[in-house]
């Protein structure tokens, strides 16, 4: 068990519609990570957050947004959903480069 | 950006004996090389990890090399036994400028016949 917990588990949406998925770090971690993960696929990174600011993105679009709070827990947003949306969404949590996952958040999109 | 190549994407062994997974990465500038493992319905565990300061390193029956002039870097698993079957991952960064957004490779589905 790394520490890191995910909210929800399991998520069905429709396309168009929007979602909120939580993240809560593991004690003393500053930094949260999220990666996308489609079926058979390597994680993909999306964003990072440092101290409840975003400091680093990958090859995302701005529909992904995301925040970050005080106590370091953080949450993803993706408006206007599509199918391809369609994943396993990870968290990590960090406190240098090492980097530890959650169970993830299965979201799909219909 | 960082590419990570892996290979093979399945990989059955017999219990007992050893498997070997390998990544390539195109950045000469990535200088921290995780290694995960995933069970089916889990989110991915950190296995071992090792930095472009050293060449090798070793838990127990688990261990990774790491070629910084052919940018590779190998999972090596001795004594394989049945836990030991899972979905495994490398994963490359550049770690101390900024935002170390893992990049990983596509996965090797790690079989281990009794």
């Known amino acids: 068990e790394t520490g890191v917990t995910q909210s929800p588990t399991h998520l069905i949406k429709t396309r168009g519609q929007q979602v909120t998925l939580r993240c809560s770090s593991q004690?003393?971690?500053?930094?949260v990570s999220w990666y996308q993960q489609a079926l058979g696929q390597g994680p993909q990174f999306i964003f990072q957050y440092y101290r409840e600011e975003e400091n680093g993105r990958g090859n995302f679009p701005p529909r992904f947004s995301g925040l970050q709070f005080p106590n370091y827990s953080s949450e993803l947003n993706v408006n206007a959903l599509e199918l391809d949306d369609s994943a396993l969404y990870l968290c990590?949590?960090?406190?240098?480069?090492?980097?530890?996952f959650g169970p993830g958040t299965r979201l799909l999109v219909l | 950006g960082e590419n990570v190549e892996q290979h093979p994407s399945t990989l059955s062994v017999q219990e007992g004996d050893s498997a070997v997974i390998k990544c390539t990465y195109s950045d000469s500038a990535s200088n921290y090389f995780p290694w995960y493992k995933q069970e089916l319905g889990k989110g991915p565990q950190l296995i071992i990890d090792?930095?472009?300061?050293?060449g090798e390193k070793k838990d127990q029956r688990i261990a990774v090399t790491l070629n910084k002039t052919a940018k590779h870097f190998s999972l090596h698993i001795t004594e394989t036994q049945p836990e030991d079957s899972a979905v495994y991952f490398c994963a490359a960064t550049y770690s101390g400028g900024g935002a170390d957004g893992l990049t990983f490779g596509k996965g090797t589905h790690l079989i281990i016949q009794p």
């Open positions: 004690s003393g971690h500053n930094t």
């Open positions: 090792i930095r472009s300061n050293v």
């Open positions: 990590a949590s960090s406190a240098q480069e090492t980097q530890y």
